[in-house]
């Protein structure tokens, strides 16, 4: 009787030695490079790395190493890629209620997007986004002003029309603003975009302000107009499932070090939207801003179409206005 009890508690120090020796990989995709997604990954991977005491490794996989962004997202969900940080419209195929961030007018300023994501309550309320997926934000951050590259450079509201503009997404809020003001507006990964303007499959892109110089596009246009009041936001999409397969300290340890990496890199999005505006005319390009008049004009038209959007989705609404209350109190 003796022999077999030591045997069973030999065996059971053995089963939990292999259990803490365990090491694990998390693979985080981005489908940009050189920014501030990019410099989010390395915090990232610094900080988990340091205090995971060698059982966690992070590898990053930026400029879609591993996928387009559609594929990724899917890999994501279904477990094969642990973390990925695409722009937040790629994400409303999971969570329709993605599409808030791309509701225009929304923030006024780099600082402001940054207080409000970092506040204990909106974390906590954008926790839930994904979850039916089996997916979690684990860190949202900007990504950028968000701006209008154009083979045709759009000066003013009525330039809109007519042109085919690539959008980051085909969810009403998305789309609806853009057909406001007279654009014909589609959905197309990011990836596939520099081709699409290179043989004028499309007229124009509207993207982060980073990607413009990260990809070179100043090599195919000039004309880059801001978007009053967009930004582009990219939460960093965790599977769940993978989360609780960590064991509550590691858990404990890349939830912290993701929210850790989020606020270490908010001087570093504000510094490179400046150093993007700097290379894109060192390089040749044109940064066109909206007058007063021609700033209202434009918000006039695409918030028009928030009312009927919003009223469609309960939970959408619900989210517009806390959200956008939190920015107000942000400024």
């Known amino acids: 009787m003796r022999t077999g009890t030591l045997l069973l508690t030999a065996l059971l120090c053995a089963v939990s030695s292999v259990v803490s020796a365990q090491t694990f990989t998390i693979k985080v995709s981005s489908p940009t490079v050189n920014d501030v997604t990019h410099e989010w990954m390395k915090e990232f991977k610094t900080g988990v790395e340091a205090r995971a005491g060698g059982k966690v490794k992070v590898e990053i996989y930026p400029a879609n190493q591993l996928g387009q962004i559609p594929a990724t997202v899917e890999?994501?969900?279904?477990?094969?890629?642990?973390?990925?940080?695409?722009?937040?419209?790629?994400?409303?195929?999971?969570?329709?209620?993605?599409?808030?961030?791309?509701?225009?007018?929304?923030?006024?300023?780099?600082?402001?997007?940054?207080?409000?994501?970092?506040?204990?309550?909106?974390?906590?309320?954008?926790?839930?986004?994904?979850?039916?997926?089996?997916?979690?934000?684990?860190?949202?951050?900007?990504?950028?002003?968000?701006?209008?590259?154009?083979?045709?450079?759009?000066?003013?509201?009525?330039?809109?029309?007519?042109?085919?503009?690539?959008?980051?997404?085909?969810?009403?809020?998305?789309?609806?603003?853009?057909?406001k003001l007279g654009a014909a507006p589609l959905s197309m990964p990011l990836g596939e975009v520099l081709s699409a303007m290179q043989n004028r499959t499309i007229d124009g892109l509207?993207?982060?302000?980073?990607?413009?110089?990260?990809?070179?596009?100043?090599?195919?246009?000039?004309?880059?107009?801001?978007?009053?009041?967009?930004?582009?936001?990219?939460?960093?999409?965790?599977?769940?499932?993978?989360?609780?397969?960590?064991?509550?300290?590691?858990?404990?340890?890349?939830?912290?070090?993701?929210?850790?990496?989020?606020?270490?890199?908010?001087?570093?999005?504000?510094q490179d939207a400046d150093n993007t505006t700097k290379t894109w005319l060192k390089n040749g390009g044109e940064l066109i801003a909206f007058d007063a008049d021609e700033t209202k004009k434009y918000l006039d038209q695409v918030t028009s179409a928030l009312p009927a959007v919003l009223a469609a989705n309960a939970k959408l609404k619900g989210d517009y206005e806390a959200l956008a209350a939190a920015s107000k109190a942000a400024n």
């Open 75 to 179: 890999g994501a969900a279904m477990g094969t890629i642990e973390v990925v940080a695409p722009a937040s419209g790629f994400l409303i195929g999971l969570e329709p209620r993605f599409q808030v961030f791309d509701a225009p007018g929304l923030f006024n300023s780099m600082a402001a997007a940054q207080k409000v994501f970092a506040d204990a309550e909106m974390r906590k309320r954008l926790s839930e986004y994904g979850g039916p997926k089996g997916l979690e934000p684990i860190a949202i951050w900007a990504h950028g002003p968000v701006m209008l590259l154009s083979h045709k450079a759009i000066r003013k509201v009525a330039d809109f029309k007519g042109q085919k503009i690539r959008v980051p997404g085909a969810a009403p809020l998305q789309i609806e603003p853009f057909r």
């Open 206 to 270: 509207v993207a982060s302000a980073t990607v413009f110089t990260a990809f070179k596009y100043f090599d195919l246009a000039k004309g880059l107009t801001a978007l009053p009041g967009s930004f582009l936001v990219v939460p960093a999409m965790a599977n769940k499932a993978f989360l609780k397969s960590l064991g509550p300290d590691l858990e404990k340890v890349v939830r912290e070090e993701a929210f850790n990496a989020q606020r270490k890199v908010e001087a570093f999005a504000i």
